[in-house]
């Protein structure tokens, strides 16, 4: 069983990479790739357990993208960690969240919610990338709601009054940086029309010509017909087809597992590799 896309507390994913390595080989996963948002920090982490737990693992971290004005989602496989333009935007996003979160929790203690920016950073691990779950997180401490889908479906959503973007390279820029680190780029639940507005087929025939290898078809957040249309655009285009859990722990109900990818898929992901290989576990 291969999943593809998880999340540890190197960015909003509540286990650590260990941990998340440890649950992989409890839930009977092969393989699992961690995807933290904007950074690889989690990688060795995650490939010392991998190997204590014997399950491969496939390093790789979801990138903040923006294609024609909407947030992408761009899951990235294998690429030279050390590949500096690739890095620096990595780098340039994380540092970006701070301000950008910053000034979400200013926006609501001027509204009169409890939360400091302290209570923040009580929330996250040293050296994570910062998102909105880490706010969701400080207020349900603060006993102002009782979870991170609570605190989203009230005040933290793409569209609510509180809602800040931060940097994000442009997608197709993205693909192409990827693929120069020896990366394997391929789109995040393009059609999870609940959080973001679901890209087009002309938007994804944009990316294949930057480079796209793969497509996320099997994801919670798609429904039928958004699993369908990706399978569709990928044997147009002929991309990967992926599927995964997006697990962040605690933090969401997804279970590892429950979306998975076929050893086909993945091995044509490994040989469009050429940053890192895969470690075995
Ligand atoms: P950010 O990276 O700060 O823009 O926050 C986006 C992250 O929030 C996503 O990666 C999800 O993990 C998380 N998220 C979005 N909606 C929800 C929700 N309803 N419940 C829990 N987490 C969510
Ligand atoms: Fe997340
Ligand atoms: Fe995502
Ligand atoms: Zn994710």
Redesign the pocket.
């Known amino acids: 069983m291969i999943d593809l896309h998880t999340?540890s507390t190197r960015s909003?994913g509540t286990d650590a990479p260990a941990d998340l390595l440890a649950q992989a080989a409890q839930a009977g996963l092969t393989t699992l790739a961690i995807t933290d948002?904007d950074t690889t920090a989690g990688w060795d982490e995650a490939a010392e357990a991998a190997q204590r737990h014997g399950v491969a693992l496939v390093r790789g971290a979801e990138l903040?993208t923006r294609h024609r004005g909407r947030s992408v989602h761009l899951l990235a496989y294998l690429f030279d960690p050390a590949d500096t333009p690739l890095a620096e935007e990595m780098r340039r996003m994380r540092e970006d969240?701070v301000p950008r979160l910053q000034r979400i929790v200013e926006h609501m203690q001027d509204d009169g919610f409890a939360v400091t920016w302290e209570g923040v950073l009580a929330q996250v691990q040293e050296g994570a990338a910062l998102?909105?779950?880490h706010l969701?997180d400080a207020l349900v401490a603060a006993g102002i709601a009782t979870d991170?889908?609570e605190v989203?479906?009230r005040w933290l959503?793409n569209g609510s009054a509180y809602y800040e973007p931060h940097y994000a390279v442009d997608t197709a820029e993205a693909v192409a940086l990827v693929r120069a680190a020896g990366g394997v780029p391929v789109v995040a639940h393009p059609f999870a029309t609940k959080?973001q507005r679901a890209l087009g087929a002309d938007d994804v025939a944009a990316l294949v010509e930057a480079g796209l290898v793969g497509i996320e078809a099997e994801h919670r957040d798609h429904d039928d017909d958004g699993r369908a249309f990706a399978r569709q655009l990928a044997a147009r285009h002929d991309l990967v087809v992926t599927g995964s859990s997006d697990f962040?722990g605690d933090?969401?109900d997804n279970r590892l597992g429950e979306n998975t990818t076929t050893p086909e898929s993945l091995e044509r992901i490994v040989a469009a590799a050429s940053g890192v290989t895969p470690v075995l576990g």
Do not use: E, L, M, W
């Open positions: 999340h909003d948002h903040s969240r998102g909105r779950p969701a991170r889908n989203f479906n959503h959080r962040h933090g969401k």
